[in-house]
């Protein structure tokens, strides 16, 4: 069930991102922000591991900075499989939308897993 969630909370995430930035970042509708949230998902439990082994040093290095290039390099991936209903501009978007959507999930998760608990 919270795998569900992160990937509706991740698809709503990625609509609005797309309304604020509709230049540089699109979606072509709530299906294609599912598909892409869900691909993202997939991605991240199938490659992001390998990412994270080879770049090790480096993540060291950055104190885990490097994270936020491993999680644009799987979105600009996500971006290359879904083809012309998930775009985004360049390398730089797809780290500001990390960046964005990692803050997001924080805040999110924080109030609706936790606020479960008590």
């Not at 970042?25 to 691909?39: E, P, Q, V």
């Not at 999680?71 to 960046?99: C, Q």
């Amino acid at each position: 069930m919270r795998w569900i969630t992160g990937i509706l909370i991740n698809a709503v995430l990625f609509m609005a991102i797309s309304g604020f930035f509709s230049d540089s970042f699109y979606i072509s509708g709530l299906g294609a922000a599912i598909g892409a949230s869900f691909l993202l998902s997939i991605l991240n439990i199938l490659v992001r591991p390998f990412l994270i082994i080879l770049t090790l040093p480096v993540t060291i290095l950055s104190l885990g900075l490097f994270l936020f290039v491993i999680n644009a390099i799987t979105l600009l991936l996500a971006d290359s499989l879904m083809g012309s209903s998930f775009e985004i501009d360049g390398f730089w978007m797809a780290l500001f939308v990390v960046v964005i959507m990692s803050l997001a999930n924080i805040i999110i998760q924080k109030t609706i897993f936790n606020s479960s608990k008590r």
